[in-house]
């Protein structure tokens, strides 16, 4: 004879349904706070100069660690030169994107090697010059400011 006036039942009941509401109230609190930690994109010229412009800041004085959005401006930089190469040596677009030599950067506005911190300069002076490509997209604001040679 039992003495108790919950039914084993219904106490098992209860139990999953707790876990349940704990798991519920965890994983909103969970989802709740992925997108303020979530990674930024570069989407705009905005984004990009904002990025560039952290870098530029970290390079005059580069103690580590690097912040954020520098190694994103670096990301998207290195991104763009590379995905330049790759259309040039890779899909046929010899002469398209450039004189049909061997160099995929012969149309770009660079002369010599250069740095991460020189080239996010260039795109943030080149944002200042230019302020409509700030609300355009990011690869508008990088064409703008690496684009320029003559023949091209």
């Given amino acids: 004879m039992r003495s108790s006036a919950i039914p084993p039942r219904s106490v ?7 876990i ?9 609190a969970l989802f ?3 997108p303020a930690d979530a990674r930024m994109r570069v989407e705009t010229g905005r984004d990009l100069r904002d ?12 103690e580590p660690p690097t912040p954020r959005l520098a190694r ?3 990301q998207y930089l290195a991104g763009y030169f590379e995905s330049l190469r790759v259309l040039h040596d890779n899909h046929g ?13 012969a149309c770009l506005n660079l002369d010599g090697p250069r740095s991460f911190d020189q080239l996010a300069a260039l795109v943030v002076r080149t944002s200042e ?24």
């Fill in 12 to 18: 098992h009941l209860r139990a999953v349904a707790l």
């Fill in 20 to 28: 349940f509401c704990l798991f519920a109230i965890s994983g909103t």
């Fill in 32 to 34: 709740a706070a992925l």
């Fill in 51 to 62: 990025a560039c412009a952290v870098l530029v800041e970290h390079a005059l004085n580069p």
């Fill in 72 to 74: 994103y401006c670096r």
């Fill in 93 to 105: 677009g010899k002469g398209v994107y450039g004189p049909s030599g061997d160099d995929p950067y």
């Fill in 129 to 152: 010059w230019h302020p409509e490509l700030l609300d355009g997209e990011a690869h508008a604001l990088v064409q703008k400011a690496f684009a320029g040679r003559p023949p091209c």
